[in-house]
Every structure is written in C-alpha cells, then in structure tokens.
C-alpha cells in the first residue's frame, strides 16, 4: 500500500472518529455516503473514496458491503488504538460532494476539536518570570523581543509540559529563578475534545514533582504520551555539520516523545554506562564484575538499537518526500542509520560479544568504547556526504526537511498533532523555505519567538496572536 493510499485512509478513519458526534440523520447521510461509494467500486468504476473505503475494509478485515452497519463500533476500537494521523482532514471532509452543508459544518467543528493545542500557562519564579498567566491562539503566536527578555524561557516552559526535561539544561535547577527554592508550571491544554491539565514543580535540591489532571506520576517517563512538541532552534540547523551527539540527541528526543519503552531503555542504559566506566576506572577489576555490566549493556543496549534503526528507517522515507518539495525535485535527501556496533540476528548477542572484544581497548582508555552511546546518522544528497561537502543552503534544507518530518512521524506513530516551538530560527531561513515552512504548518499550533515580524513573515502570517515580551513580563 503506498503512502497516499495510507493518508488517505487514515484521514477517512478519522472522518468515521468524529462522526460519532453527528446526530441520527446526520451519521445516516454519512453512511449513505459511504454506500454510495462502495456501489460504485461494485460496478467497477474505482472513485477515490471506493478505493479508501476497500483498503480501510481488507485492512481490518471487514465484509465492504455491511462495512458501516455492523463493523462501526469494531473500527472505532481500531482507531482509537493509533495509527491515523490528520493531512489536511478538513480539505477531505469539503471534497465529499454529496453530503449537506450542514453535515460538513458539523464534522468541520469536531475536527478542528481533534486539533492537540495549549490554551494556557502559567509560571512561578521560571527563570526571569516571577509570574506569568496567559492565553494562547491555538493557530499561531508570536513572540516578540529583544534578547535576554525572556522569549526562549518561554518556549523551554512550554517543551517542559513534553516532556518534563528543558531543552536547554540537563540541569533542572537551572529553571528556578535567582534566590528562589522552587518554580512551578502549569500548563493547561485541548488533547482529542477534552481538557489536560499538565502541573511540574521544581524545588531547589529536592527534585522535580509532576502531577497530570491533578494525579501525582512517579515517573517522568509517565508524561511522554500526554502533548507532543517539537522545538526547531537555530542549533537544529547545524544538527548536519555538528558533532554525532547532536544527532544522536536528536534520535533520543524525538524517540522518547513517540515511545516511552525508548527512554526507560536509554535511561537504564545510560545509568550501566556511567557504573561501568566508574569500575573501569577502579585499581583492580574483577572480569566477573565487568562482565554484569556487559549483559546489562547489551540488553538495553539492543532494544536502542533496534528502535534507532527503525525510526530512521521510517524519517529517511518522510524527509525525502519533504525536501523533494522543498527543492522542487532538483535533489535527492537519504538518510543512514550508522550503528556503532553493526546490527546482526541476535542483536542482545552481538553486542556483548563486541564488548567482550573491546575489554582490553576499554581498560586502557578507561572507557567503554562500543555500543549505542556512540552511533551516529548520515545524510546523503545526490550520494553526496552533505555533513563533508554540502553547502550551508543544503545542510539547512536537509536539516528543515528533518525536523518537518518529525512532526510527521509523531502524527503516523501516535495519530495526534505536535506543537511547534520556532525559537529565533525564521531569520535564519530565506523566504522561500520561510514560506514553505509555514504554509506547511497550517493545522498546528505554532509558537515563533523573534525580535522583530518582518514585512516578509507578514505576508505569510495571517492572524497571529502576538505577545510582546520585556524582562519577563508582556506587554501590550
């Protein structure tokens, strides 16, 4: 099944998603719709939504011609299991010729409910604010001020509901304002027509404290799976030409956003990593003692691999569709998963044999020279290393095409609309990929920090919600 059939069937789920919400007569005429258009596959002739409606059927196994009577209920179960994500859902529920006006208004109204979006936020001693409390559009917001006035800040507060983690620090106390014990955010958010409210409380030296509708998580891997958002800086645009960590960042954050299972794995990987270079620094070692930390290793170790390798996989197909846009067809964008440890049958296996191999390397350097914590991805353009020989316009694009591309893949994997933070990264772009860029973004939520709207972003912007910024405080 190729990707447009696959779009198209997810956005026809998620037609059959909210209309659930129609009345009585309202659903029929949807129903008749859809029986419309599986007499017309019956009698051979192939219209779009017979051939979408035959692929949803032999995907799930239901009989065509009772697909909407009998098998409703069976396929909301489905959906409501993932793998549907919106591209352009309104624009598909305008295309269905015969529905009513009133019928589409009213399936129009609860997709944009579908729409994940921050209403609100409110901080305590964050940085440089001592408190903040305000709205958002759930299109587009603009923040507006000069530097070290608190716009970054802002965007950090907002990613921490994500994730529970800045994507500044490693550090958490670095969040709580000069001369503060604590800071808190609370975040209140639209996730698939009910409210979520997202609370994380700070204390200086104590640690963090997140609750999630007012329920206390024991974990912060426990928030993963409640708002998706992305952040696109300047530092991203160089994610080509820096060093394999920033790449691998990159992995680690997206990863973890999308599965959960990721992080608990790079969590606990890291933890043996920092415990075996410890003991490999130790006067004396016990091969026995060594030998724990090599099968703890490799068993997270695997399971990191293993997802790095698919989800790359799966962005290298993405991206190379975005930058072919981009670039209007004149290139070609290739993505390679560069393994450390190179992937075989028994992976778990593999990796402890490597370690095994390197002991003598390790106990030499006093580190662990092998495994996941040293992988790396390539991109190729037109077979060409773009890191060692493409210009700067093509490690941008490239780099653009990759984070685009990771707001598409957070919707296939989880069927739900990321948020965008673009932190000072508009006037990093030419106008052309400014306008792409945007014109790309118009069914999510977006939040741009910048010092100033230019004339150009004006005309590509419509109906911003703009906030303009001073010392940590807004100003109208």
Known sequence: MNIETQKRISQNLKIIRISHCLNQSQMAELVGVSRSAYISYENGKRT???????????RFGLNMSVFFEHDYYRLLNHIENGELYDDGLVKLIKSYKDLSSFSKGMLIERAECLKEWEKKIELKNIRNYENLDVDFDKNINFIIGNNAQGKTNLLESIFMSSIGKSFRTSKDNEMIGFDKDFCKINTFAQKNFSDLEVEILLKRDLGKFIKVDGINKAKTSDLLDNIYIVI??????????????KRRKFIDR?????????????????????QRNIYLKEKYIENSI???????????????????????????????EIHKNITNGREKLVLKYDPNIKIGKDLETVIYDELKKSEENDLRLRTTTR?????????FIDDINVRNF??????????????LAELNLIEEETGESAILLLDDVMSELDVIRQEFLIK???NIQLFITTTEITENLKDIVKNAKVFNIENGKIKS
């Open 440 to 442: 790309s973004l118009s």
């Open 254 to 274: 997206e990863l973890s956003i999308i599965k959960p299972s990721y992080y608990d794995a790079l969590s606990n990987y890291k933890k043996v990593l920092i």
């Open 390 to 403: 493409g210009s700067q316009g093509q490690q941008r694009t490239a780099a653009l095409s990759l984070k």
């Open 48 to 58: 779009p939504d017979a051939e979408v409606l035959f692929n949803i059927a032999t």
């Open 371 to 379: 495994g996941p914590h040293r992988d790396d991805i390539q991109f």
């Open 290 to 320: 060594l030998d724990i930390w090599n099968m703890q290793l490799s068993k997270y170790g695997a399971k990191i691999i293993s997802m790095r390798d698919e989800f790359v996989d799966k962005i290298d197909k993405i991206s190379s």
């Open 232 to 245: 696109f800086s300047p530092e991203d645009l160089k994610i080509i030409k820096d060093e394999p960590e």
